[in-house]
């Protein structure tokens, strides 16, 4: 679907800047900037409900993810982290693992740590060192 809207603006758009052309080549230039005005405006409120919509439109289909006041929570994995006051990493960089994709929420009340994937080789709580 979005390469179909891709498609659709970019050949509308090639048609329009064909047709500005046109005219300033075959009118004169004042009547090539009035026509110039009106398709900037028409754009202009094309691109303001295109905007309106899509910041009123429906969330997209997923989990949620929410921390609680001081609260850490994570949509996949937590890997070499120090999660906490004081917390620190002291250790070699760790590589990531594959994150475990689940449709639940993820939700750490307060000062809680929550992961919708796997928590590995990570300090957690205050003052903890990895």
Do not use: C, K
Not at 65 to 78: C, E
């Amino acid at each position: 679907m979005t390469r179909t809207w891709a498609w659709v603006t970019a050949v509308t758009a090639g048609a329009g800047t064909l047709g500005l052309a046109l005219v300033a080549l075959l009118a004169d230039l004042d009547t090539a900037g009035q026509a110039a005005s009106v398709v900037g405006a028409v754009v202009a409120l094309a691109a303001l409900v295109v905007s309106v919509l899509a910041l009123g439109g429906t969330p997209a289909p997923g989990r949620r993810v929410r921390a609680g006041r001081g609260a850490v929570a994570a949509g996949g994995n937590i890997t070499g982290s120090a999660l906490g006051d004081n917390s620190r990493v002291t250790g070699a960089r760790t590589a990531p693992t594959a994150a475990r994709r689940t449709h639940e929420d993820v939700r750490a009340a307060r000062d809680g740590i929550a992961t919708g994937g796997d928590i590995t080789d990570s300090a957690l709580g205050d003052g903890s060192e990895r």
